[in-house]
Every structure is written in structure tokens, then in C-alpha cells.
């Protein structure tokens, strides 16, 4: 296990001098209610006190509901600045502005949604002087599961480094919410969606791999199947750790 103490005080570190270098004032996060924007948001935050989280709702009910509340109380516990920014009506317009001119299929009408929140938090950042932190861990950035300019888009990631079931045990340390702990990961995409469920395979399967390079045959032609496809994904970012 990690020391999470030594590892807390090495991230703002890193955090505090991202934002020296850049002359940015403050930080925004995507506020989703999940584990990883969680931990990011807690850390940006005892990096820097201007942190500001969004919760943007785009469809889906959980998105408006569990997501949400969790993503209250993260931000009532840690003194997070938290705002909501509703992109369902904006979904909705962009569908029927590209539909004129292709048909969208549902990988196309999925993918949209992480971009249009990561619109959103670049555009709040520019008008604010802020970094967009970037909210993967590093069994999504190995499997390639995140949306290329959406959510895999961001100026720096304080956590990419980190096993899912680190980022747990971190968030454990910090004392985050146990509904957040608790609850399936999940990108609230689309009604029902988790992401082990839309992978076939588990996190800690993931996790596993990585480190021992050990895994069942089932979840090792997942794993490589997924890994295959993401090489063209994950360059020209700034990741804690690399």
C-alpha cells in the first residue's frame, strides 16, 4: 500500500507548481458524483483554495439524481465551490444541427456528452484564468476508456497514475463519502451504463493485470483487445508521475 500521506503532500506539490508555472488563478473539475472526480477535487482543493467544481447533468437520470448528490457532498465536506451546468437542452441542439447533415450513430451520440463537458470546463477556465483538471485513473488510460477530447482531455491529471483500487484507498485516507466509495463506477452516459459492465471486465481484473501481468484468459483478451486500440489516445498530456 501506499503511503497516502507522503503521496497527499507530493500531489499539491506537483499541483501548486502547475499553477505557478502557468499563472493561472484556480482550478475547475468536472464534478460528476464518481470516485475519481472525487479525489481530484479534494486534492485540487488542498492544492488550491480557488477550486471550482461542475456538475454538468446531460440526460440521463442518474445524472440528475445519485450523481448529483454525491457530487453535493463532496463538495459541502471539503469546502468545493460546486455550480451546475445543464447540457441536456445543448445535447439536444447539436444532435439536430449535425443530424442535417449525417447520421449519428450511437457511439457518436454517446461520445458527445464528455465533449460538450469538457467545452464547458475549458470555456470556464479560459474566462476565469484557471486549469482544467483531468479526472482518468490508470486502468481507464490503459484500457483506452475515455473519450478522446472529452473527458481525456484536460491541462494537467493529478491522479493518472493510480490503480482504481488506489484511488479507493486514497479517498478512504481523505474520509470521502461513502456513497461515493460504494457505488458502481459508472460515467452516466447512458440509463443503466457502468463501466464494467460496458467492458466486460472488472477494475480490480484490470488492476491485476497491470501489476502482475496475471489474468484469467477471458479478461486477458479484453484487457489486450482494449489496450490494442488506445495507443492513439494517450499521448501529449501532463499526468502526476510521468
Known amino acids: 500500500m501506499r503511503n497516502y500521506e507522503e503521496e497527499l503532500e507530493k500531489r499539491i506539490a506537483y499541483i501548486r507548481g502547475l499553477l505557478e508555472n502557468a499563472h493561472a488563478s484556480g482550478i475547475v473539475f468536472g464534478n460528476s458524483g464518481g470516485k475519481d472526480s472525487a479525489l481530484v477535487g479534494i486534492l485540487c482543493k488542498k492544492a488550491c483554495e480557488n477550486t471550482v467544481g461542475i456538475m454538468m447533468p446531460c440526460e440521463s437520470k442518474q445524472n440528475y439524481g445519485s450523481d448529483m448528490d454525491d457530487g453535493d457532498s463532496l463538495a ?13 437542452a445543448v445535447k439536444k441542439a447539436e444532435v439536430e444541427t449535425v443530424s442535417k447533415v449525417t447520421e449519428l450513430n450511437n457511439t457518436a451520440l454517446i461520445n ?129 508521475g510521468e
Not at 459541502?76 to 447540457?87: A, P, T
Request: aromatic residues 12%; charged residues 25%.
Open 76 to 88: 459541502s465536506k471539503f469546502g468545493i465551490e460546486n455550480r451546475v451546468v445543464d447540457l441536456t
Open 112 to 240: 458527445i456528452n464528455p465533449r460538450l463537458r469538457m467545452t464547458t470546463l475549458y470555456a470556464i477556465a479560459a474566462a476565469e484564468n484557471r486549469l482544467v483538471a483531468g479526472t482518468g485513473n490508470k486502468a481507464e488510460r490503459y484500457m483506452g476508456y475515455f473519450t478522446k477530447w472529452g473527458d481525456g482531455a484536460f491541462d494537467f491529471n493529478p491522479i493518472g497514475d493510480l490503480c482504481v483500487g488506489e484511488v479507493y484507498e486514497f479517498l478512504r485516507f481523505l474520509g470521502a463519502p461513502e456513497s461515493i466509495i460504494s457505488k458502481a463506477p459508472s460515467a452516466g452516459l447512458f440509463e443503466g451504463q457502468t463501466d464494467e459492465k460496458e467492458m466486460g471486465v472488472t477494475y480490480a481484473a484490470v488492476d491485476r493485470y497491470m501489476e502482475t501481468g496475471e489474468a484469467s484468459e477471458h479478461d486477458k483478451a479484453i484487457i489486450d483487445r482494449y489496450h490494442a486500440r488506445a495507443g492513439h489516445k494517450s499521448k501529449g498530456f501532463e499526468i502526476y
